[in-house]
């Protein structure tokens, strides 16, 4: 018995060694994979590629929450819900959770481009040369998106001075994988980044196809088109007219895809509408993947959603929106009041606030028709037919009452390029452009309504400290000297 | 062996045959000639024996020969030599000071006497039929130097336990709970919008004690997971004897211990319009008409007292314990409900327990002891605290002047004559239209047998499961609220999480003159995991019908996910030499390896040491006849923390998608250096007993914990996720001093007065971050080399200006500046001395404030126990000083940029120059005054009547006519009041969930019930 007893306790401790092998070694996650394993296939790079995409997909960022913001400072909308504290009101503190929202969005898409540049090419011999040209101009097409948005939001326009030499925001183009000193970055100055924006889609634009693998990439992914078109905006903000002219023209061409409106205003909007030759560039949103009921777009400006963003009567109002015509389509295809709050007009171009599966359309084709419009006007020497004819392109899908343009319509050159800053502003309007298309060219923020839609806020002059974001302060903590706050923060 | 054995017991009984038998009777009484019930009467070299009843009486066949061995839990075994008698009275003395008291410690118990750690005992007891829901805040206030803070009313809401202060900064700071040898799933669990406290499922009632650990000698056995100090919880088991079965039961009700006063109807409106005319805005207050006379409807709506209720709770308890011969039991069935005071939250749990232990042959013992429960929790279906439909933040800011109804009894939902800014939906129906419900299974058990190989060693098996399942049902309805733009939501979560625990131990005691061994070796084998299955469901057709169908859904979507995923294997030993009782040393090492770290660093090693010396065992002691017992202690260990998640030094990769295109992105960047983090502790204390009865424990203790596994804050520009890496920096010290006494004040025949009282005094300080020592912070607290942990990290408030009513704040320097919103923007600021325009105040004018920290400096309990004749009260009291809370509820209700309603401190605006008052000039659109400052940072000591109860016993005489052995009733009060300063809701109140840094913030918590019950505990 004693000795059946010592075998017993014997065994126990010996039968030991596998168990521990099972409570430790044999113990492997199944719901996520190695970093070293990360770049192992094709189809792991693939995904990882993709994931690039996903980060800008992030909710604080462009799957809405950006393009919002830049709206919220213009003066076409108005914080009803009083969701956004103050941001609209050009208010915000150094602690403020929105600009850390989109800083961290941001660089964190530009770290996913980063990483998966070096996995590719630690991993270049899984992949076709071809594969690898490709797979890396999108890394870096997203990493150029991700700039653009940042230094515009962190940072004065590339106008504020005159050689953009003011702070910009800290340049990373290298991957991380430990908490490196290099990480630490100061900010470069505005024209230096806009010099890496500019080199990153140039040197995409070369190695992007110009279709994606079916229509939904296409649209959704990086292309020749949609490279392009974001230089062409790139330029544009630079007051680098001739270049904007030359490479949103390229896209009108058909270089790139052929490209139209659809026939109604609002075409390319609404389920089953986002796949339309319209559509250049958008992020996508799905039933299963958006951005939830307190960050998406539907939900945010559609009146059955949350419906905290009405539309501004500095919009709908003739006097300060001078180039929106009463019987302007626009007006109903793309507004509406709502039931539930009598006298409080609403957009529809987000139409889906139950699934939020809407798509947040970043570049669209009329985009570059006003685009080419405005560069073309503002280098002609007097009033430009040919920036007319875009214009109206634009403007004729909405027009009723009001007479086309022709050269005879306008007796400078001024007002035309007055008239199509009036379209860019209807047309564009809740897409996330105005407060940039105001900034880009010295313009001041007036008429802009605080969110009871009643009050005028004061005028916010071109320049102001806190017509920018301020760089998150917990990121001037970490930097430990090396970020500088943005003035007035 | 086992033959000679069997021929010796053979002998026994042949010789025992040869004696005259006869029936001996006799009683068992205590030194005061109380009946000592349940002490065990034995035949020396026999196995036969009984236990004594209930008046101590005992019976059993003996001869003249025959010694009986007569013990009993708490008093010194006495033999007796049965002669010519017939009848023995047999006299116990108690052991003095309890030293004979058994007590677990780990793997082995020990007696106290042999104690060279800090360990406190709470009797089971004083965790009994208390109207709490989760045991562990019954423990509030019992022991010295555990902090126990439960941090809202709400049912199932965070209980903090915090043995010693926090051994970390972001790993768990919770102490290991073990429950009969299982280490059991605490803290949250897959919940959706409320907080789950997975000890709810445990029923308090079936509890014998709890044992802290406190210091290393005690917890160092549990090596990595003792850091945070361990709770050890035994479970009742029968004795043999007479069966005896109990019925306890209560029932009460309760309310809110506080509510927060916000404006009534006209109030908001004169305060709203007044904060928008100021600012040049139209009012955007007023009654709004709902009866289409064209004339406002004046109403006034209390949104708390909508929704706050006197909730009922009751409690059903039946317990059956005893045994016969070989085998004891103990089983229970247990029913409690307790209706919170909110409306809607409800905890109901219903347990069953069965243990059982029987001595299959002379050389084996078997034993099983299992729980099983089903707990169902009725939650805030549109979440907690502070989100917009959440309890308090509804009632506390919903528009005071709309009514609750529409005419037709529907809800209003609307925004009556008041500006569409800010509307809180309908508090009320979204609270009775919306739900997060949880029900949970779960099943506690362990299994063991235990062998004695050679006399003295004993060689245990055990086997521990701990299986929770559950399922979590939330809908959002869609005509209010959450739901509104998504026209109705339904999620449902399955989850099921698993512990299996193998632990194996050889245990060899002996005691050989004046040596007395207690050495143990072990092994154990841990693996937890968990796996859930997520349904959404978005866009109900038919609201009647919630199950997430696609049906009957626009949307479905579906997960699966894992919980949690990790294993420990350990070998352990141990020794406690004690040499005459007087000398007696512990050494303990323990090596652990987690399947969370990689490879290199997996295993890590845990040594104590320690001794202690019974002074009052020498002889020159023997003079000072008022010490019954003196031993002084000193240990040092090393522990570990193993709460730090599943893979935390593993870069991985997980699957995402980009809408329809599948991708993957890095979750987390892994460090593959990372290992053990060490906390080493120092304690040095003493135990004494006087001969009065009066105990004292005394403990100092210097506890470093270093190697810090952290949730390193770094740069948004290196892009990981959260923007954290986990890292091993950093170290941090609390040094403390603990003292518990417990008094018999009064002891009379008729009259007793018992006094137990605890405190302790903890002081922390980080010693260092990582290698630039960077501040780390978090929340409105920062942690800093030199500093205190946690301390606030805030801008100073300065006042409000008298003259122009004004805020003002310090900017770093001190120099005051005052904030005027009505300025253009470039000339708000300006200084309060000349009226210049300055630089604005902003989070670089934040300061350190050392000592403000959310943990207290001095915190403990004081519990007396009084009895005349059958009358007996208790009284506990919780007290807490030195700690601050920064009260963001406050802050928020204070905002002057939302039209939400506000708290009463508004009306105390400045209205003319000269009035002294801290809340500034009325200013719609002032984000400065109530943006995070000093202003909202208030001390947090508190003194609090946790529970008082009040009983009366039936006395004897009368049960004996109707065979009962005991009938008590009793009514009693928990949380009936608390005094602080404190301006929120309670100061105890805690938003950030079991955090060390970001403690402290009071951000709509809901207020602790204050319950009353009546109850009555009968014995058969």
Known sequence: MRQFLYTLSIVTFLGATSCQKKVTDNVIPNDRVSSDLAFSTTQKIESAVAGGYNSLQDLNFLSGRALVYIDLQGEDIFDRGNFFGDLPRFNMLSNNGIPAGVWNAGYSAIATANRNIAGIEANASLLTSARIKVLIAESKFIRAVSLFYLVNFFAQPFVFTPEASHAGIPLILQSFSSNDPAGNKPRSTVAEVYTQIIKDLQEALTDLPVQQDDLYSTKTRATKASATALLARTYLYKNDYANAKTLSKQIIDGLYGTFALQPTPNGAFGTGNFQTSETIWSIPNSVNDNPNTNNSLPQHYNRSGRADLAVSKSFTNTVTNPYFATDDRRRTTMLIESAALPGYFFTTKYTDPQTRADWAPIIRYAEILLTYAEATARLATGVDADAIAATNLVRDRSRVSAPAYTVASFTTKDELINAIAGERRIELAFEGHRLWDILRVKGNVTNKYDNNGVTLLPVQIFGSDKSIMPIPQAEIDKSKGVLTQNKGY | ?1020
């Open chain 2, 1 to 1020: 062996m086992r033959k000679v054995l069997l021929l010796c017991l053979f002998l026994a009984s042949m010789s025992s045959l040869l004696a005259q038998d006869r029936t001996v009777k006799g009683r068992v009484t205590n030194e005061k000639g109380e009946a000592v019930s349940s002490a065990s009467v034995r035949i020396k070299n026999t196995k036969a024996g009984t236990v004594t009843g209930s008046d101590g009486s005992f019976s059993i066949i003996a001869n003249d020969k025959t010694i009986l061995i007569i013990s009993s839990l708490g008093f010194e075994s006495n033999e007796v030599t049965v002669g010519s008698q017939t009848e023995i009275n047999i006299e116990l003395k108690a052991t003095a000071g309890n030293l004979g008291e058994v007590v677990v410690v780990g793997y082995q118990q020990l007696r106290k006497a042999n104690l060279t750690g800090a360990v406190a005992r709470v009797d089971g007891k004083e965790v009994a039929n208390r109207p709490v829901m989760s045991f562990d805040q019954a423990l509030t206030g019992k022991a010295a130097g555990v902090q126990v803070n439960t941090s809202s009313g709400l049912v199932g809401d965070n209980v903090l336990i915090r043995i010693r202060g926090a051994a970390s900064i972001s790993s768990g700071s919770q102490p290991l709970i073990v429950i009969d040898g299982v280490p059991v799933t605490q803290g949250n669990d897959q919940q959706l919008y409320n907080p789950v406290n997975t000890l709810a499922d445990i029923n308090p009632n079936d509890i014998e004690s709890v044992e802290v650990l406190k210091d290393a000698s005690a917890a160092a056995i549990y090596g990595s997971r003792g850091s945070a100090g361990v709770l050890l919880i035994t479970t009742k088991k029968g004795k043999s004897g007479t069966a005896t079965v109990s019925y306890d039961g209560y029932t009460g009700f309760s309310n809110a211990s506080r509510m927060m006063k916000v404006l009534d109807g006209e109030q908001y409106n004169t305060v709203i319009n007044k904060l928008a005319t100021n600012s040049g805005s139209p009012p955007y207050a007023a009654y709004g008409d709902y009866d289409g006379d064209g004339q406002p409807d004046a109403y006034s709506t209390n949104w708390q007292d909508e929704l706050y209720r006197n909730g009922g709770t009751q409690n059903h308890q039946v317990g059956i314990s005893g045994g016969s011969g070989k085998t004891t039991y103990y089983g229970s069935i247990g029913y409690n409900d307790f209706k919170n005071y909110i409306m809607v939250n409800r905890l109901r749990r219903s347990s069953a327990r069965l243990n059982l232990t029987t001595q299959a042959t002379n050389w084996l013992e078997t034993g099983i002891k299992m729980q099983y429960s089903q707990t169902n929790s009725f939650g805030l279906g549109s979440g907690t605290g502070g989100s917009l439909s959440g309890v308090p933040f509804g009632p506390l800011t919903a528009y005071p002047n709309v009514p609750v109804y529409n005419d037709d009894g529907s809800y209003y939902i609307g925004n009556g004559g008041n500006s569409p800014l800010n509307n809180t939906p309908n508090p009320l129906a979204v609270q009775t239209l919306n739900y997060d419900n949880r029900d949970t299974r779960r099943l506690l058990g362990t299994i063991y047998g235990e062998a004695k190989i050679i006399e003295g060693l004993r060689f245990k098996s055990q086997y521990a499961v701990d299986q929770l399942s559950a399922y979590t049902d939330q809908y959002w309805d869609p005509s209010v609220g959450d739901g509104n733009g998504s026209a109705g939501i339904a999620q449902t979560v399955a989850n099921e999480k698993r512990i299996w625990s193998w632990t194996n131990t050889l245990n060899y005691v002996q005691k050989s003159g004046d040596h007395d061994f207690n050495v143990l070796l072990g092994t154990e084998y841990t693996r937890r995991n968990g796996t859930g299955f997520y349904a959404l469901g978005i866009g109900i057709n038919d609201v009647s019908l919630r199950l997430v169908d696609p049906a009957n859904y626009a949307s479905v979507n579906l997960q699966n996910f894992n919980t949690e995923n990790n294993g420990l294997a350990s070998y352990f030993g141990g020794i406690n030499y004690g040499f005459k009782s007087k000398y007696i040393a512990t050494f303990n090492l323990r090596a652990d390896a987690y399947s969370g770290f990689g490879k290199d660093n997996r295993w890590g090693y845990f040594p104590s040491g320690a001794i202690a010396w019974r002074i009052s065992k020498e002889t020159f002691m023997e003079s000072v006849s008022s010490i019954a017992d003196l031993k002084l202690r000193a240990s040092y260990g090393i522990t570990g923390n193993s709460n730090i998640g599943d893979f935390p030094a593993l870069a991985t990769f997980i699957p995402t998608q980009y809408a329809d295109i599948p991708s993957s992105n890095l979750s987390n960047p892994g460090n593959t250096s990372l290992k053990w983090e060490k906390t080493g502790q120092l304690d040095i204390g003493f135990d004494m007993t006087l001969r009065k009865g009066l105990q004292i424990t005394f403990d100092y203790y210097n506890k470093e914990t270093k190697d810090l596994i952290l949730a390193n804050p770094v740069l948004a520009t290196l892009g990981f996720p959260g923007n954290v890496i986990t890292q091993n920096i950093g170290q941090i010290r609390n040094q403390g001093l603990e003292l518990s006494v417990s008094a018999p004040i009064f002891a009379t025949k008729n009259f007793t007065w018992d006094l137990n009282f605890n405190t302790a005094w903890n002081k922390n300080k980080v010693i260092s971050t990582n290698s630039n020592n960077d501040d780390i912070l978090g929340g409105n607290a920062i942690i800093r080399p030199g500093h205190n942990l946690g301390a606030f990290f805030l801008i100073r408030w300065g006042g409000v200006n008298p003259d122009n009513g004004l805020p003002t704040f310090l900017d770093k320097n001190g120099e005051r500046k005052q904030y005027d919103h009505s300025k253009p923007a470039a000339s708000r600021w300006t200084t309060v001395k000349d009226g210049t325009v300055t630089t604005a105040v902003t989070a670089t004018d934040r300061v350190l404030m050392n000592d403000k920290t959310p943990y207290p400096k001095i915190f403990g309990g004081l519990s007396q126990t009084l009895r005349y004749r059958n009358i007996d009260m208790l009284v506990d009291l919780q007290y807490s000083f030195g700690s601050y809370v920064y009260n963001s509820t406050l802050q928020n209700l204070m905002s002057f940029t939302s039209t939400r309603n506000k708290s009463v401190h508004i009306l105390d605006a400045w209205a003319k120059p000269g009035d002294q008052t801290d809340v500034p000039r009325l200013y719609f659109g002032d984000n400065q005054f109530a943006q995070v400052s000093e202003r909202w940072l208030e001390k947090g000591d508190f003194v609090r009547i946790r529970n008082i109860q009040l009983g009366y016993s039936i006395p004897k005489a009368l049960l004996e006519k109707v065979q009962l052995t005991r009938v008590r009733i009793y009514a009693q009060a928990q949380n009936l009041f608390t005094f602080t300063g404190y301006k929120g809701m309670d100061p105890e109140a805690n938003a950030n969930g079991n955090v060390n840094l970001g403690l402290g913030v009071d951000f709509f918590r809901p207020a602790l019930p204050r319950t009353y019950t009546i109850g009555v505990n009968i014995g058969l």
